[in-house]
């Protein structure tokens, strides 16, 4: 049987062989990370060499990473108003994950959504407008801009954004989850206050996160009732899942010059699908993007029939619409973006992985070349 192409990299990525390895050993380690015995000891240092790796990949110090049961609850986690008190209002792009736009802990009139320009990307005039002009007297802003959107792969101006949100006394968190791996990650150089990081989408298990912190930042708790993570995250760490997300963090980083390659290849596809469908749309192909990401539209067509079609074919792809819950919904990024809703609902998402290689984007062109003409030509018969 012929190997299946997999690009669906943005939802998740294959794990890693050494993951797999590193986390079949830890697996093994019988102790709690709490307890002082050896047994303890040796489960608590696997946790805290795999804090180093994390934290190396965002270039942030071990003790401001808290390990959660992934980007979700980091997310969640990252956004609530942070401790010390005083009085915050959530300014929330229009275009972050369902785990973002849920708005966190901030009640519901305390928290104004951002707009975002048809190319995908916040509008840093509106956003200092918006914090100059909505954040009630007393009150600071909490500003939440992902590092990169993980449907159409626009890179966001976040170190522009943390300036003008610092310069208004304000906190910003970044959801990374997308970025990391693909480019480099700086916790400095973005000006994040906290940032949200997922193992499984480089390479490391899924259900393990984290949120990383900057020097003098802080989190309220989700959970009371255990010291674990400097009292940050109680419950027994799960230690197999960091260790693996050490793993993956320390390879995605040294695999990150290898990422010119994975945009030429996903430059290659883009290329072949203009070829074959000449009115073909790429959302937010305009701007920086994600080197592994396309979302493409091809008028006329429905994502879902395409995303079949080619799993049918032996290709893996995501519609670019929402469709968590198992039914495909009209994606919010796009509708943010203004994109006119049959083009919406077109949008597939390939996304690309360090194991892709050119025999992926052949397989994808030829199943997608053959889709096209037969759905276009059932389309001009049934005219
Ligand atoms: N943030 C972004 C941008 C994502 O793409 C995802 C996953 O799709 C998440 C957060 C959620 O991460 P997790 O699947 O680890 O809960």
Redesign the pocket.
């Known amino acids: 049987m012929n190997q299946r192409a997999y690009l669906d990299h943005?939802?998740t990525a294959p794990l890693r062989p050494e993951v797999r390895e590193a986390m079949s050993d830890a697996l093994a380690l019988v102790g709690n990370p709490s307890s002082v015995h050896a047994e303890g000891r040796a489960a608590r240092a696997a946790v805290e060499e795999a804090r180093v790796k994390v934290a190396a990949l965002v270039h942030a110090r071990p003790e401001d990473v808290i390990f959660t049961s992934?980007?979700?609850?980091a997310?969640a986690l990252a956004l609530a108003p942070p401790a010390g008190g005083g009085a915050w209002k959530a300014f929330i792009s229009s275009i972050e994950?369902p785990?973002v736009l849920a708005g966190g802990r901030f009640g519901a009139g305390a928290r104004t959504v951002l707009p975002v320009t048809s190319a995908g990307l916040v509008d840093l005039e509106s956003l200092a407008r918006t914090l100059a002009e909505e954040v009630p007297e007393g009150s600071r802003p909490f500003v939440s801009l992902?590092a990169a959107n993980?449907e159409t792969g626009a890179v966001q101006p976040v170190a522009e954004a943390a300036a003008v949100v610092h310069e208004a006394g304000g906190v910003l968190h970044t959801?990374a989850?997308?970025v990391a791996g693909r480019l480099p990650l700086d916790m400095s150089a973005l000006g994040a206050d906290l940032l949200?990081l997922?193992a499984?989408?480089i390479g490391g298990p899924k259900g393990v996160?984290a949120v990383v912190m900057a020097e003098g930042a802080s989190v309220q708790p989700l959970m009371t009732g255990g010291g674990q993570e400097s009292r940050r995250r109680p419950g027994t760490e799960n230690v197999a899942g960091i260790v693996g997300f050490g793993v993956a963090a320390d390879l995605a980083a040294k695999e990150l010059p290898a990422m010119g390659d994975v945009a030429r290849l996903r430059d290659a596809l883009e290329e072949g699908v203009r070829t074959i469908a000449p009115d073909a749309v790429v959302f937010a192909h305009s701007v920086a993007r994600l080197p592994n990401t396309s979302l493409i539209a091809v008028p006329g067509l429905k994502a879902e029939t395409l995303v079949i079609g080619l799993d049918l074919a032996g290709v893996s792809v995501s519609a670019g619409s929402a469709c968590s819950s198992g039914k495909v919904e009209t994606s919010h990024v796009l509708t943010a973006m203004g994109a006119a809703p049959e083009a919406a609902r077109a949008a597939i998402r390939v996304s690309l992985g360090f194991r892709s290689c050119d025999n992926d984007i052949q397989s994808f062109l030829g199943a997608f070349g053959d889709l096209v003409k037969r759905l276009r030509k059932d389309e001009k018969a049934a005219a």
């Open positions: 943005n939802a992934g980007g979700t609850e997310n994950h785990s992902m993980n959801d989850v997308q949200t997922s499984h989408k996160g």
